[in-house]
Nanobody, 122 residues
């Protein structure tokens, strides 16, 4: 059973930075795909960043140039470096994983973390 645990959220002022971490355990398939999603109150869940097995990174247009997804395979940890944060980035951020890339892409991943709250004030 894959388990995901996010950390690193918090409250920052606009223009600030945060780094989210997602520690993964319970899987042996090195081809499992991972990504970050977020959901603000009253809004649909949004795909933020996805990393494919060949290292290709895909970002939502709203975060391009400000967020960077990375992964430390030795630590089984996924990261999301967020810079120049805006109030509209305020949301619960979730880490997700799935052995099928397309399933992760559409937000139907098999495994989800509990989430970490990011709040950006103006």
């Amino acid at each position: 059973q894959v388990q995901l645990a996010e950390s690193g959220g918090g409250s920052v002022q606009a223009g600030g930075s945060l780094r989210l971490s997602c520690s993964a355990s319970g899987y042996t398939d090195s081809n499992i795909y991972m990504g970050w999603f977020r959901q603000a109150p009253g809004k649909e869940r949004e795909r933020v960043a996805i990393m494919s097995s060949d290292g290709t990174r895909t970002y939502a247009n709203s975060v391009k140039g400000r967020f960077t997804i990375s992964k430390d395979n030795a630590k089984n940890t996924l990261y999301l470096q967020m810079s120049n944060l805006k109030p509209e980035d305020t949301a619960m951020y979730h880490c997700a994983a799935d052995p099928i890339y397309s399933t992760l892409w559409v937000g139907s991943a098999s495994y989800w973390g509990q989430g970490t709250q990011v709040t950006v004030s103006s």
